[in-house]
Nanobody, 122 residues
Framework: QVQLVESGGGSVQAGGPLRLSCAAS??????MGWFSQAPGKEREFVAA????????HYADSVQGRFTMSRDGTKNTVYLQMNSLKPGDTAVYSC?????????????????WGQGTQVTVSS
């Protein structure tokens, strides 16, 4: 059975860092992504990484502040979030695709984690 389990969420003051992790089990995935969803808003793309980790793509709003990476086994991905802003407050979910290509559309992801809350206070 495929499972994606996120961890690392929490509350932090503006300007602080958080690191999210997403452990995948059940199979080895190709590309993976992180998405956020704030209350009353649509799910938004945050970052994506290719199978090898050599290709990454970020939303404009997090470029330069967030870094996505994956470990050597290719079954765990991370999202290092620095210089956090109150506007980053949301539930963050990781997602996985069977395809090798990076994609920013949540509809093109095959598996999802349950999400982890990130709250940034001013």
């Amino acid at each position: 059975q495929v499972q994606l389990v996120e961890s690392g969420g929490g509350s932090v003051q503006a300007g602080g860092p958080l690191r999210l992790s997403c452990a995948a089990s059940g199979r080895t995935f190709s590309s993976m992504g992180w998405f956020s969803q704030a209350p009353g808003k649509e799910r938004e793309f945050v970052a994506a990484i290719s199978s090898s980790g050599g290709s990454r793509h970020y939303a404009d709003s997090v470029q330069g502040r967030f870094t996505m990476s994956r470990d050597g086994t290719k079954n765990t991905v991370y999202l290092q979030m620095n210089s956090l802003k109150p506007g980053d407050t949301a539930v963050y979910s990781c997602a996985a695709r069977r395809s090798v290509e990076i994609n920013t559309d949540p509809k093109n992801y095959d598996y999802w984690g349950q999400g982890t809350q990130v709250t940034v206070s001013s």
